[in-house]
């Protein structure tokens, strides 16, 4: 698993930060074949830079892996959505590492978190929208689960449960929720108090096809209200000014894979 993990593609080991997974992940393994696996994410958002942390545990909670990772830019003002995201991209990459190295090829696992538009991504009949924010990220996730051997259960918990219930009357997925919510905090904090830049990393993420950027920044959707004003500079004004050559003739598109 360690190996496995090491050697990730960058545009994918950003997911998984701080592993710690006992006897390889083979009780993982066990559980996801047997159904009995759940995994929860949560995340931490604030000035505009977000961490997520994630669990993967079997029937027995001492069978856990846990993990944390820092979500890439860019992050708008409120965007929690993205970190959200972010932290389900890190579970669906720690799971099929434990499916790959124990050669799991049936099986289940539940799939939860608190925000509603990042666990919808799961649903069968979901295709990303370039219009929508963060489709590098939906993009990435949504992939992850066409690909996935095994059969994910997304479930939406509802986060915060502690200022509601008595501890002992909150679900075993709203409990995970509140750890994953605490873990998150507190690898935001860590890294502020480590000195760690506290700016999201732009960098291109696994299955998200073409990216966006802009002066050395990148653009997280291809919204026509984003894109065209870049475009519209006063440069190009002045170009469109001049005579133009007659353009050259272009063959149909055809995309028999879209």
């Known amino acids: 698993m360690t190996e496995l993990l090491d050697n990730l593609p960058a545009d994918l080991k950003w997911a998984i930060t701080h592993i710690h997974i006992p006897d390889n992940g083979a009780s993982l393994a066990q559980a996801i074949i047997d159904g009995t696996a759940v995994a929860v994410s949560d995340a931490s958002y604030k000035d505009l830079f977000g961490t997520a942390a994630l669990v993967v545990e079997g029937p027995p909670t001492s069978h856990r892996a846990n993990a944390v990772n820092i979500t890439p830019g860019p992050i708008k003002e409120g965007d929690s959505t993205r970190c959200e995201t972010g932290g389900l991209i890190g579970i669906m990459v720690l799971t099929m590492a434990i499916c790959t190295v124990h050669k799991v090829t049936t099986g289940s696992i539940v799939i939860a978190c608190d925000n ?67 873990s998150a905090k507190a690898y935001w904090n860590h890294l502020l108090k480590t000195g760690h830049p506290m700016i999201p990393p732009m960098i291109q993420v696994a299955h998200e096809g073409w990216s966006l950027w802009h002066q050395g920044k990148k653009l997280s959707c291809a919204r026509s209200d984003t894109v065209y004003p870049l475009l519209e500079d006063h440069h190009s004004a002045l170009l469109d000014n001049r005579p133009h050559p007659p353009p050259l003739p272009i063959p149909p598109f055809r995309d028999h894979q879209h």
Do not use: W, Y
């Open 116 to 182: 509603i538009n990042s666990i919808r991504i799961f649903q069968p009949d979901f295709v990303p929208d370039p219009n929508e924010e963060s489709f590098d990220l939906v993009s990435c996730l949504h992939s992850l689960a066409q690909q996935s051997p095994i059969t994910l259960n997304p479930e939406h918990v509802t986060g915060h449960q502690k200022r509601h219930k008595q501890p002992h009357m909150l679900t075993r997925l709203e409990l995970l929720n509140e750890e994953m919510d605490n």
